[in-house]
């Protein structure tokens, strides 16, 4: 097959590339890089994105990896509805102005993150989580799009044992370099880089798939928070979850970043397990989020 990527070059895409290649598939580029993709372009540039997807031709799928992740500091909700979702909008509007959105298979790589805005309970806003918002638009986006196949990948942290920087969320306290050992610990879902290429190319290679796909990704089994502090060097100090339970509490009397700091302690001790993904949860969500954003 020839498949069009976006992200090439990026900690997923550099390891997903290959795997296709090996597999015998022809993989073009777009983005940012001179000399390592096939046509370059800036893509939260409409214009330039169908320039992009016009000069590589026809592709019979697409995977679609570019994103702003990991850190996220100084980034406002805008930054990311532009980086994650505007850039989603716009392959979606190049694919339709040549008339291929009915032929390709869509490969998107989104995140489990979009789950904070998914669980009714929580009743989080675009504001408080604009990462899981600006993913979790550009899964609606996709899903109006009449795609031949459209397979969307929420992909818990993916991690290998150089690229821990989403692992390090769950050992370190917000904010800090204090590595701490929580009694009792939580649990987390994480996906290796290997599982998570593996994902996108049987959603390739499923030449039986038709419809609308959506899946969480993530290792088989959840693993103890204890077990991630092994993963980084020093002692890790113990502390009850109660206790720093009862510290984010006293946070969220303290304002607007009191209360952002609750969110992110209280995010650190929970157990993290994907439910079952759900299309009709997912599209009845946009009603719950700030319309001027979608």
């Given at each position: 097959?020839?498949?069009?990527?976006?992200?090439?070059s990026g900690?997923l895409?550099s390891?997903?590339?290959?795997a296709?290649l090996?597999n015998?598939?022809?993989?073009?580029?777009?983005?940012?890089?001179?000399?390592v993709?096939?046509?370059v372009?800036?893509?939260?540039?409409?214009?330039?994105?169908?320039?992009?997807?016009?000069?590589?031709?026809?592709?019979?799928?697409?995977?679609?990896?570019?994103?702003?992740?990991?850190?996220?500091?100084?980034?406002?909700?805008?930054?990311?509805?532009?980086?994650?979702?505007?850039?989603?909008?716009?392959?979606?509007?190049?694919?339709?102005?040549?008339?291929?959105?009915?032929?390709?298979?869509?490969?998107?790589?989104?995140?489990?993150?979009?789950?904070?805005?998914?669980?009714?309970?929580?009743?989080?806003?675009?504001?408080?989580?604009?990462?899981?918002?600006?993913?979790l638009?550009?899964?609606?986006?996709?899903?109006?799009?009449p795609?031949?196949?459209?397979?969307?990948?929420?992909f818990?942290?993916?991690?290998d044992?150089?690229h821990?920087?989403?692992?390090?969320?769950?050992v370190?306290?917000?904010g800090?370099r204090?590595?701490?050992?929580?009694?009792?610990?939580?649990?987390?879902?994480?996906?290796?880089?290997?599982?998570?290429?593996?994902?996108?190319?049987?959603?390739?290679?499923?030449?039986?798939?038709?419809?609308r796909?959506?899946t969480?990704?993530?290792?088989?089994?959840l693993?103890?928070?204890?077990?991630?502090?092994?993963?980084?060097p020093?002692?890790?100090?113990?502390?009850?979850?109660?206790?720093?339970?009862l510290i984010?509490?006293?946070a969220?009397?303290?304002g607007?970043?009191?209360?952002?700091?609750?969110?992110?302690?209280?995010?650190?001790?929970?157990?993290?397990?994907?439910?079952?993904?759900?299309?009709?949860?997912?599209l009845?969500?946009?009603q719950?989020?700030?319309?001027?954003?979608?």
């Amino acid at each position: 097959m020839r498949i069009l990527v976006t992200g090439g070059s990026g900690y997923l895409g550099s390891a997903a590339v290959p795997a296709l290649l090996a597999n015998g598939h022809e993989v073009v580029t777009i983005g940012r890089h001179p000399g390592v993709d096939a046509a370059v372009c800036d893509l939260t540039d409409a214009d330039a994105v169908h320039k992009a997807v016009r000069a590589v031709g026809d592709c019979d799928a697409v995977v679609h990896l570019a994103a702003r992740a990991h850190d996220f500091r100084g980034l406002s909700l805008e930054d990311l509805l532009l980086a994650n979702t505007a850039t989603t909008r716009n392959l979606i509007a190049a694919l339709r102005a040549e008339g291929r959105t009915a032929e390709v298979r869509f490969v998107h790589a989104s995140s489990a993150a979009v789950y904070e805005l998914l669980d009714a309970k929580r009743r989080m806003t675009a504001e408080q989580a604009p990462y899981a918002a600006s993913k979790l638009q550009a899964e609606q986006l996709l899903h109006a799009e009449p795609f031949r196949s459209l397979c969307v990948l929420r992909f818990t942290p993916i991690y290998d044992r150089d690229h821990l920087q989403d692992v390090a969320k769950r050992v370190f306290l917000p904010g800090t370099r204090l590595k701490l050992r929580l009694c009792p610990p939580p649990l987390h879902s994480l996906c290796r880089l290997d599982r998570a290429v593996r994902a996108i190319v049987y959603c390739i290679e499923s030449h039986g798939a038709t419809g609308r796909h959506l899946t969480n990704v993530n290792d088989p089994l959840l693993i103890s928070q204890h077990e991630l502090t092994e993963w980084f060097p020093g002692k890790a100090m113990p502390l009850p979850t109660t206790a720093l339970a009862l510290i984010a509490k006293t946070a969220a009397r303290c304002g607007t970043a009191g209360a952002r700091a609750e969110r992110l302690i209280r995010k650190f001790t929970e157990t993290s397990d994907p439910p079952v993904p759900s299309w009709d949860v997912t599209l009845a969500c946009q009603q719950r989020l700030t319309p001027k954003h979608f």
